[in-house]
Structures are given as structure tokens and as C-alpha cells.
């Protein structure tokens, strides 16, 4: 009942920027209490790197803090990550994630991954 859709990931050099966008799409996408953006290196499970919530409440990964900032458009139901200073170790799949409000529960979707590589 949502549909996202990532854009923004790529290779990038150590110390430059990008910026991750993903939007939502569906019949429950008007409906959207937290927006975020996960990760996942090679071999490991997917961890938080950024939440924003409905009310504004933001959340980030203690190692991104101060580098990344999460925003969201809630007219255009999309979220986007703004990444500065990129290390190397920031390297990974990069997750959109939506929790949306579908009657009396909430339901978790996910993007399809974009690739963020930091390299020399």
C-alpha cells in the first residue's frame, strides 16, 4: 500500500557529498509517522542511520551525527538525507524506510537500495 522510490546514491569522494531522496507513493502514503534511512555493509544486517518522525522528532546513528542531516517534504511524502564529510567506512546499501498508518496498524515498507560508495 506504499511504494518507494530511492534516488541520489553513487560513488563519491572521501569528504564529498550527497544526497539520498525517496518517495512515497500508495494509498497509505499520507499516512507516514516515521521516515528513515538504514544501511547495510557487506555480510551484516541493516542498521538505523536515520529517523524523522510525523511530529519532527529526528534520531541519527551516533556515527553520522554532525555529517548527515534527514529532512522530510510532507507534501511531497519524501525523505531525503543530505551526507557530508563521507568516509570511507560510510560505504554501503542505503534503505528508505517508511512506517505508515494502515487502519489501526502500522506497517513497515522499504525502498529497493541505492548504493552509496565512498572511495579514492
Known amino acids: 500500500q506504499v511504494q518507494l522510490v530511492e534516488s541520489g546514491g553513487g560513488l563519491v569522494q572521501p569528504g564529498g557529498s550527497l544526497r539520498l531522496s525517496c518517495a512515497a507513493s500508495?494509498?497509505?502514503?499520507?499516512?507516514?509517522?516515521?521516515m528513515g534511512w538504514y544501511r547495510q555493509f557487506p555480510g551484516s544486517q541493516r542498521e538505523l542511520v536515520a529517523t524523522i518522525a510525523s511530529d519532527g522528532s529526528i534520531n541519527y546513528v551516533d556515527s553520522v551525527e554532525g555529517r548527515f542531516t534527514i529532512s522530510r517534504d510532507n507534501a511531497k511524502n519524501t525523505v531525503y538525507l543530505q551526507m557530508n564529510s563521507l568516509k570511507p567506512e560510510d560505504t554501503a546499501l542505503y534503505y528508505c524506510?517508511?512506517?505508515?498508518?494502515?487502519?489501526?496498524?502500522?506497517?513497515?515498507?522499504w525502498g529497493q537500495g541505492t548504493q552509496v560508495t565512498v572511495s579514492s
Open positions: 524506510n517508511v512506517k505508515a498508518k494502515v487502519g489501526l496498524t502500522t506497517r513497515n515498507y
Open positions: 500508495g494509498r497509505s502514503s499520507n499516512n507516514l509517522v516515521v
